[in-house]
């Protein structure tokens, strides 16, 4: 079964760091672009950060550049977004996706919320 499965959500408070993880099954993420993406309660979903399947080429939205780094093992077939620093609106469910590589540039598959496949979510909330 082709399946996307997020962990390391939680509660921080602000200024503190969590790492997530995105582990795939079924298929191989070697060539697929992946995402992170957010929605906060009665918000849009929006790209938080995405990295290629080749080159490593790396996309963050505004608001989390220098906070948040995207990176992927692809012999583990999983991929991570390791979140410092974080804020008060950065609480959201986040979910992670795979876009096959062929089809755009990693700031194109954030910026237009793009995926192949999807995991679940995982709550991230950052409060004092």
């Known amino acids: 079964q082709v399946q996307l499965v997020e962990s390391g959500g939680g509660l921080v408070q602000p200024g503190g760091s969590l790492r997530l993880s995105c582990a795939a099954s079924?298929?191989?993420?070697?060539?697929?672009?992946i995402g992170w993406f957010r929605q906060a309660p009665g918000k849009e979903r929006e790209g938080v950060s995405c990295?290629?399947?080749?080159?490593?080429?790396?996309y963050y939205a505004d608001s989390v550049k220098g906070r948040f780094t995207i990176s992927r093992d692809n012999a583990k077939n999983a991929v991570y977004l390791q979140m410092n620093s974080l804020k008060p609106e950065d609480t959201a469910v986040y979910y992670c996706?795979?876009?096959?590589?062929?089809?755009?540039?990693?700031?194109?598959?954030?910026?237009?919320?793009?995926?192949?496949?999807w995991g679940q979510g995982t709550q991230v909330t950052v409060s004092s």
């Open positions: 079924g298929f191989t993420l070697d060539y697929y672009a």
């Open positions: 990295i290629s399947s080749s080159d490593g080429s790396t």
């Open positions: 996706a795979a876009d096959y590589a062929s089809r755009d540039t990693v700031q194109a598959m954030c910026v237009m919320i793009w995926g192949d496949y």
